[in-house]
């Protein structure tokens, strides 16, 4: 959301534009906020765990490790209650309305002092500690206790996921504008998470069987039946928001080491580092239960770290089994826009004596602040039917390590769910499917999705064809000073096998017209634009480019990529004709297989010279050069939210190899070069837990032949806008490096306020810091050096005649930066500076590049 990051944030804003909300939401009733310390009437010391609740509610909470607690009330009540094992329970008036400190001193029960030693509280430590000497316990018996641990397991799994918009005030639902959308509003009980007014606007239901095998390990997951609420596919990716809204509500694993929440990993209160991190207090003894239970709070040692809270019941039967757990997060953790988050595990003892996992439940609120209205989503998975250690056969199992397989023959309704779902639709989720159909029907909501779509996705739709996008209208540059654009394509309401796409665009400098027109034939008799993509495209291009500049996720032109630093005056135009096959398959592996020809001329002050045979200076109009392509990629379990333009990869844990070969073919449609250019990609996240994680990405490249042009080489990527570019190099100038082989490094570590979060005056903002390496090695051959080659074109030179073009062979090629992430929660600040070729020409060593990437 990590870039992996905006698409959820693009259905919230769409959902509030459909009702026509405009400014916000409005703020919720009024609320009563209390806080305070919970002490030893007699000794003083602080008591962590107290029990805190209201009176004939479910309200509640529990006063931290150093013995505060807070609580926001959204209705009226008339008291508190808190309560300890060995203490005198106490209740204490409330002020409706008001913000109020309650300090509570408890006084020791004598009638329990035979049953219960009260100690001083001394300085928390592990050793000696019975606490962690039982955490210690479970975590020796996790394996043992895994219901993985199974050679053989299947079981039937139920889950959903329901989403609200949440926390809407009685004066919010009864504003004029919302006059024909009463029927989408659902009242509950103001005390439960997500308010008193809820406006439910997505479900998913899915009914799987679970195969696993331990060795060779294997998990299968068959897709017996799915049902889901869908938009209007020209508004809305359904299948990019289903798999976003999965990855926001992964699964709960309390035996892993690191638990996903929000596309963040926290440790896990029984990971084998816990008693590091955690502090752990023993606080009752469940003895109505068999076997009897220990109750386990937990609470991170420092309360802003990426970790949970809450309580264990361990069972005291010698395997120190998790029965149930309760996790939440502490509300001065690092994660953006979390309001509320509550996690419920619940486990039943097998056949076998192992706790097998029966449902859990993961629900969390998302808000801008803490009285606007917010979203609020639910994932709840039921299991069912464990069957243990009976083989199936060999063609159940075959396949990836870990897949999930679809059914797309199974058609339901709701009768059909009626009778497999493990457990009844809530309330507040009975009429999302009938509503998000009726709300597709009414004019007022189909206005406000088109007025949505073009203020995220830049395109107007109309009907059999969508013009855009808008941010490239216009833009300026100083080949083509003023350019205007107007561009479109067709969408599936003209045809599902045919699409067109075509733009112009004049500049008012170089009076020029440039253009683009497509067309594309699908295969699969679906867009285009989702995958898995299967067509065959030919296309002409006549435009300008930055030699060296490659973008991602936005337009070359567009129009805040206008400015730029330092000299931005080498330029070509190009005619581009390309044909294309592309192929993608439902196991993430995809190639290209293209076939590319290409005329470029220098613009600007961009000249093609060489030296001829008498030593005089020869002039170039323009290079001719024709290639071969072919691509071949592979990204494990990839998913993405598909937008207008282009997809944003939902990152996982896997990598993602990228293998690209084009062959230059001389003779062929006027090609003046032969060469073999092979370059790898490699790229992968890695999970650092509560430090954080680390994006890292190793490509290298090699171009085999001789001769070979200085624009045909690998001119490496430069960035002289004040953007922060993840794929460039921030404080390169264009042009300023050029090679035949080379490898580089690029490694962006966030530390998701692992150390802003120790410093008091940061901690409140919530910043993150990021810390990041550019590396790039590489060289290039005598053959190809124009220097050793008359007959080659010169490298680029400035006004003077001085080269602006140089070789890596010195020394690496390096920059680095720090850089304060998260400020107003989306926009990232780095400063950034440059190590090495420090005596090239109009070289920055510092500079501060500026990046907004929403993310939790």
Do not use: C
């Amino acid at each position: 959301m990590k870039a992996i990051n905006k698409s959820m944030w693009q259905y919230i804003l769409m959902v509030i534009s459909i009702l026509q909300i405009g400014a916000g939401l409005a703020n919720a009733q009024s609320t009563t906020t209390i806080k305070g310390t919970v002490t030893d009437a007699k000794t003083g010391e602080t008591l962590p765990f107290v029990s805190i609740l209201i009176p004939g509610t479910t309200m509640g909470t529990a006063s931290d490790a150093d013995g505060r607690y807070a609580l926001t009330l959204r209705e009226d009540h008339a008291t508190i209650k808190f309560t300890y094992v060995g203490y005198v329970a106490i209740e204490k008036p409330i002020k409706p309305g008001v913000s109020q400190t309650i300090d509570v001193k408890m006084a020791v029960d004598a009638s329990m002092l035979k049953e219960v030693t009260v100690k001083t509280k001394a300085r928390y430590r592990n050793k000696d500690n019975p606490a962690v000497q039982l955490i210690r316990e479970v975590i020796a018996h996790k394996d043992e206790n895994r219901p993985s641990s199974n050679n053989f397991l299947e079981y039937e799994q139920y889950e959903k996921i329901s989403l609200a918009l949440s926390n809407l005030s009685d004066q919010f639902k009864e504003k004029r504008i919302f006059r024909n959308y009463q029927f989408l509003f659902k009242s509950q009980d103001s005390s439960a998470m997500g308010g008193k007014n809820m406006l439910p606007a997505y479900i998913q239901e899915k009914l799987s069987k679970v195969y696993f095998r331990k060795s060779p390990y294997n998990k299968k997951q068959y897709v017996l039946a799915n049902r889901r609420a869908e938009f209007d596919a020209k508004f809305v990716d359904n299948d990019g928001l289903s798999a976003y809204f999965n990855r926001l509500y992964e699964d709960v694993n309390i035996y892993d080491n690191d638990i996903s929440i929000a596309t963040n990993l926290l440790l896990s209160p029984i990971a084998n580092s816990a008693p590091t991190f955690y502090k752990f207090f023993i606080r009752d003894t469940v003895k109505t239960s068999t076997p009897w239970l220990i109750e386990l709070g937990f609470v991170p040692r420092n309360k802003t770290d990426m970790l949970f809270e809450g309580k264990l019941f361990i069972t005291l039967d010698g395997k120190y089994g998790v029965q149930n757990a309760y996790l939440t997060v502490n509300k001065d953790i690092n994660l953006n826009f979390m309001r509320d988050l509550e996690a419920r595990l619940e486990f039943e003892k097998g056949d076998d004596g192992r706790y097998f996992m029966t449902k859990s439940t993961l629900a969390m609120e998302f808000a801008l602040g803490e009285k606007n209205g917010g979203l609020y989503g639910q994932r709840t998975v039921n299991f069912k039917d464990y069957i243990i250690n009976q083989p199936q056969p060999d063609s159940i199992y075959r396949g990836p390590g870990e897949e999930i397989v679809y059914n797309p023959e199974v058609k339901t309704n709701e009768d059909f769910w009626a009778s497999k779902r493990h457990i009844p639709l809530e309330r507040t989720e009975q009429d999302i499917y009938k509503n998000i159909d009726t709300l597709q029907t009414i004019p007022s909501f189909k206005r406000t999705m088109d007025i949505a779509t073009l203020f995220l996705s830049g395109y107007k739709s109309f009907g059999a064809v969508e013009v855009g996008p808008v941010n490239t209208f216009y833009s300026f540059n100083p080949v083509e000073g003023f350019r205007l654009r107007f561009g479109g394509r067709t969408t599936t309401d003209l045809s599902k096998r045919v699409y067109f796409e075509t733009y112009a665009a004049y500049g008012f400098k170089d009076r020029k017209w440039k253009y683009f027109l497509s067309g594309t034939y699908s295969f699969n008799n679906k867009s285009v634009y989702h995958f898995p993509l299967h067509y065959i495209r030919a296309s002409f291009q006549r435009d300008t480019k930055i030699p060296g500049q490659e973008l991602q996720f936005v337009q070359e032109d567009n129009f805040l990529l206008s400015f730029k630093r330092g000299d931005n005056n080498r330029w070509l135009y190009n005619d581009i004709y390309k044909l294309e096959y592309v192929r993608e398959f439902e196991s993430r592996f995809s190639y290209k297989i293209g076939f590319t020809q290409w005329r470029q001329t220098p613009a600007g002050v961009l000249r093609y010279e060489r030296m001829g045979e008498g030593g005089e200076l020869q002039r170039a109009e323009s290079l001719n050069n024709t290639e071969a392509n072919i691509e071949l990629r592979y990204a494990p379990k990839e998913q993405y939210y598909q937008g207008k333009l282009y997809r944003t990869p939902i990152i996982n844990k896997y990598p993602i190899f990228t293998l690209r070969y084009n062959a230059g073919l001389k003779g062929v449609f006027e090609g003046e070069n032969n060469y073999h250019n092979v370059a790898l990609n490699i790229q992968k996240r890695f999970y650092l837990s509560q430090f954080g994680f680390a994006d890292i990405t190793a490509e290298g490249g090699y171009i085999f032949g001789n001769q070979i042009q200085f624009p045909l080489l690998t001119i490496h990527r430069a960035n002289q806008t004040y953007a922060y570019q993840l794929n460039s190099y921030n404080l390169m100038n264009f042009l300023e490096f050029a090679s035949d082989h080379y490898a580089s490094l690029d490694v962006q570590y966030y530390l998701n306020g692992f150390l802003f979060n120790k410093i008091p005056l940061l901690k409140k903002l919530k910043l993150r810091e990021v810390v990041s390496f550019k590396g790039l090695v590489g060289g290039l051959r005598d053959e190809n050096n124009p220097a050793f080659n008359p007959g080659l074109y010169r490298f680029a030179s400035d006004a003077d005649g001085r080269p602006i073009t140089y070789t890596l062979s010195r020394e690496p090629y390096i920059e680095g930066s720090v850089g304060i992430a998260n400020i107003f929660k989306l926009l990232r600040v780095d400063l950034v500076k440059r190590f090495t070729y420090l005596d090239n020409p109009n070289v920055s060593e510092w500079g501060i590049r500026a990046r907004f990437r929403l993310d939790f």
